[in-house]
């Protein structure tokens, strides 16, 4: 089992919709979860941070994180065609200072 | 955010040659990092680049392959030695942030051995 999964993608969604986005960690122990957007042949993004179960919002962004089902999520509202990028979730396990585990990345197209 | 800067941006390599990668921040920063991301991979931490003390290097990254200085708080280099076309990758520096361990990267180099 993969420390961070996301599903690969592409997922596709039309402008103006919501995406949503998934991330499943296998350390319960995880302390801290971040979203990362990388468009092509760029450095990733932090674009949102999440300690604590629930929702944090920012914008258009939403993070959740489920805990006890080891579950974060991004949901973007009004999806626009500059949100189509890669994705990806980072995790802080216990333990470990600042060190972050990233998944592998979920490419989203936002489709005219 | 701290701005961070990267030299070189790109560079095409012969094999068994080093290159050595410089990262710089525009302010003090505690913790700065080495990242791997090879084509269509996610990012692999090669090691942490500690202040006054050795890196601390990752489960498959060793130090005579990617040795690894940190002077001060604002400088890092990462030397990739005795490279081959595997080596071929971004290579990614970041730096800790200030709140809840967030961490934010420079703009890479991509380096391609041939």
């Known amino acids: 089992q993969k420390e961070v999964e996301q599903n690969s993608g592409p997922l596709s969604v039309p402008e103006g919709a919501i995406a949503s986005l998934n991330c499943t960690y296998s350390?319960?122990?995880?302390?801290?979860f971040f979203w990362y957007r990388q468009y092509s042949g760029k450095s990733p993004e932090l674009i949102m941070s999440?300690?604590?179960?629930g929702d944090k919002e920012d914008g258009r962004f939403t993070a959740q994180l489920n805990k006890a089902s080891q579950y974060v999520s991004l949901l973007i509202r009004d999806s626009q065609p500059s949100d189509s990028a890669t994705y990806l979730c980072?995790?802080?396990?216990?333990?470990?200072?600042?060190?972050?585990?990233f998944g592998t990345g979920t490419r989203l197209q936002v489709t005219l | 955010s701290a701005v961070i800067s990267q030299k070189p941006s790109r560079d095409i390599c012969q094999r068994g040659t080093s290159l050595t990668i410089q990262c710089q921040v525009d302010?003090?920063?505690?913790?700065m990092f080495w990242y791997r991301q090879q084509p269509g991979q996610s990012l692999t931490l090669i090691a942490t680049?500690?202040?006054?003390?050795?890196?601390?290097?990752e489960s498959g990254f060793v130090i005579d392959k990617f040795p690894i200085s940190r002077p001060n708080l604002t400088f890092s280099t990462l030397t990739v030695s005795n490279m081959s076309p595997e080596d071929s990758s971004i290579y990614l520096c970041?730096?800790?942030?200030?709140?809840?361990?967030?961490?934010?990267f420079g703009p890479g180099t991509r380096l391609t051995v041939t």
């Open positions: 970041s730096v800790g942030g200030t709140l809840f361990y967030e961490q934010y």
């Open positions: 350390d319960r122990g995880s302390q801290s």
């Open positions: 999440i300690y604590s179960n």
């Open positions: 980072a995790v802080r396990k216990a333990g470990t200072a600042s060190k972050l585990t």
């Open positions: 302010s003090q920063v505690t913790m």
């Open positions: 680049a500690n202040q006054g003390s050795e890196a601390t290097y």
